[in-house]
């Protein structure tokens, strides 16, 4: 959506790489003493199930044309569901176009290398150009003209201080920690800021060039940029505790100052994968995106799964046009460039860029600690993408590597104070929940079950929810926004020929569940929990549709936007968003089955 940050994808946001996750939407879940196991499984089925969604987007968006002008975003999600048949080669293909794609940036250039020999088995056609190998007169006999072809020694390239730098950096065991060196092509002694990172057939060399000829002075910035992250952080840590949204805010006003682009945003992804700008920090004059939603196409699966790889991505000019990477006809496929500074944003993304007038770009991960339940025991992958934080301008924007490894760190402190506040808030929410259910128990202690409906706390209080009801020896007692008694007895019946089996169930649509007269609940009641007691007595809960929760104050059409509905840009991946949600409620998540299940587990 808003995009922009970097794994890119495939259409839409498209960004680059709300609601629910796909069109599929969430089926009835079983109410199970494990909500937590099955809410990991449904978690990681959901995403799977995405690639598919995604690769087909992407599919669409190839067949388009080069431009892309004729491909409607906001139509293809509609369209594109779960149960859309995607052949394998073409999953195959999207995936290979995002990891392998062939391109880079201009901004630098890139140079793939043998590990053991140091021969130059890849290196991008702007690299003769940029590390001033181009001739630009006719060498004396006594000079040789140094040049770059597969098969070159890389060492010949560069100044015998580099040739040293590189040569420690190879044998080394984690190459990344030592980024980034600083580097002289031997021809123009030109300074590069070189990033390296190992691939399956080698090493890949990023090089960008350096703003000064002075190490020192860039040392000097760095250093400087570091101070201004740990500052930022400082800030970030004094902050009072229980106010999720006062960090945010505080991160991309502390991200603005410290990267100087127009725009800052916080996207939170959200449990069925959607996104939301939940901050945002921005010059004036812009048009605001705070309170937007998107659909989960809009930063798609792949592209997550790069952010976790590599978790800053920079794209400093949509405009640009990408450059190719020459390789040794020998390898067996395009050289791997997930985790290079450099790669070429697709097509779809820089194109969307362009549409909402964002011309750079700068996307940060924000990872947290995966459940506890997770089963990944701890390490790199029981991380989680709690979401991303990017930078927008209107105005091509290279910022140095020291500075963005800065804003990485800055990011690490951010994401791991925002675990804190979420473990908090977990507690809060718990403690609460624990709170209510000791109050509905006493209640049922002291007066009829129907107390827990008809007096004050009510089930209404246990989790959030538009309507609920009890029936209960055959007498029906609602609250709030809640289907009439003929039509609770009509979902009684379908739940006992569809699911007997069941303790209960949940889903954020009954249309995607099955029900045949969902349509006659209309958007007061899309989504419902239902608790089983006996086989004659039930707890339900009900939710509206999402759309009517939703606001975002870009949401109205400019007159001059007249075709907002094809072309990507946030407000089709608004009007995208609302599409996947019509007929669907906010998803029940995992710690609200757990409450109705414990006041099941005493009313049975």
Not at 348 to 368: F, K, P
Not at 427 to 439: A, C, D, F
Not at 526 to 536: E, P
Request: aromatic fraction near 8%; hydrophobic fraction near 40%.
């Amino acid at each position: 959506m808003v995009t922009g940050s970097g794994g890119e994808t495939d259409g839409k946001v498209r960004n680059e790489d709300a609601a629910s996750s796909g069109r599929s939407g969430e089926q009835a879940q079983p109410l199970t003493s494990n909500n937590h196991a099955v809410t990991e499984s449904v978690t990681v089925s959901k995403a799977i199930q995405q690639y598919t969604v995604d690769a087909r987007l992407h599919a669409v968006f190839e067949q388009s044309g080069e431009s892309g002008k004729s491909f409607d975003y906001s139509h293809s999600v509609k369209t594109t569901t779960y149960s859309s048949s995607v052949p394998e080669q073409q999953i195959t293909a999207y995936l290979s176009r995002i990891q392998r794609g062939g391109y880079i940036q201009p901004f630098g250039c890139l140079i793939a290398v043998d590990e053991s020999t140091f021969t130059i088995i890849g290196y991008s056609e702007n690299a003769r150009e940029t590390l001033g190998l181009i001739s630009q007169s006719v060498p004396s006999i006594d000079e040789k003209a140094e040049t770059l072809v597969i098969g070159t020694d890389l060492r010949s390239l560069f100044r015998p201080s580099s040739i040293v730098l590189l040569e420690r950096a190879f044998v080394a065991r984690e190459i990344t920690l030592l980024n980034p060196l600083w580097i002289n092509s031997k021809n123009t002694r030109k300074p590069f800021y070189a990033i390296l990172h190992r691939v399956d057939v080698g090493i890949v060399i990023d090089l960008e060039p350096a703003r000064t000829e002075d190490p020192a002075l860039s040392i000097a910035g760095a250093v400087q940029s570091q101070k201004l992250a740990v500052r930022a952080i400082s800030h970030l840590q004094s902050l009072p505790g229980g106010d999720i949204k006062l960090l945010c805010d505080t991160v991309v006003e502390s991200v603005r100052d410290l990267t100087g682009y127009d725009r800052v945003m916080v996207y939170k992804f959200h449990e069925d994968e959607h996104g939301e700008v939940v901050a945002e920090s921005k010059r004036d004059g812009l048009e605001p995106y705070i309170g937007l939603h998107y659909p989960a196409t809009d930063i798609p699966q792949a592209s997550r799964f790069l952010f976790k790889q590599n978790r800053v991505r920079m794209i400093v000019d949509c405009h640009a046009s990408p450059v190719r990477v020459v390789q040794d006809n020998r390898l067996a496929q395009a050289i791997c460039l997930v985790g290079s500074t450099l790669r070429a944003p697709h097509g779809c993304h820089a194109q969307y860029m362009a549409n909402m007038g964002s011309i750079a770009s700068l996307g940060m991960a924000v990872i947290i600690n995966g459940n506890e339940d997770d089963g990944n025991g701890g390490g790199r992958n029981s991380m989680r993408l709690w979401g991303l934080v990017v930078c927008h301008h209107t105005s091509a924007r290279c910022i140095p590597f020291p500075l963005r490894y800065a804003c990485e760190f800055l990011m690490q402190a951010f994401g791991l104070q925002l675990n804190m506040e979420l473990q908090l808030a977990l507690q809060v929410s718990e403690k609460r929940v624990l709170r209510m259910q000791t109050l509905l128990c006493d209640m049922l202690l002291r007066d009829s079950p129907a107390g827990i409906v008809t007096q004050s706390p009510s089930i209404m209080d246990l989790v959030k929810c538009n309507g609920a009801a009890f029936l209960y020896r055959g007498k029906y007692y609602s609250l709030g926004v809640a289907p009439s008694e003929a039509q609770i007895n009509d979902i009684v019946e379908w739940l006992l020929a569809n699911h007997s089996d069941s303790t209960g169930l949940s889903t954020d649509s009954l249309v995607d569940a099955g029900y045949p007269r969902a349509a006659a609940l209309g958007d007061a009641v899309c989504g419902m929990a239902v608790a089983y007691i006996t086989k004659r007595d039930f707890l339900f809960w009900f939710r509206s549709h999402t759309e009517k929760e939703i606001k975002w104050g870009g949401a109205k059409h400019h007159p001059e936007d007249k075709d907002d509905g094809q072309r990507m840009h946030p407000r089709s991946s608004f009007k995208a968003f609302l599409e996947v949600v019509k007929s669907r409620c906010q998803p029940w998540e995992t710690a609200e089955m757990d409450a109705i299940h414990s006041l099941q587990l005493i009313l049975r």
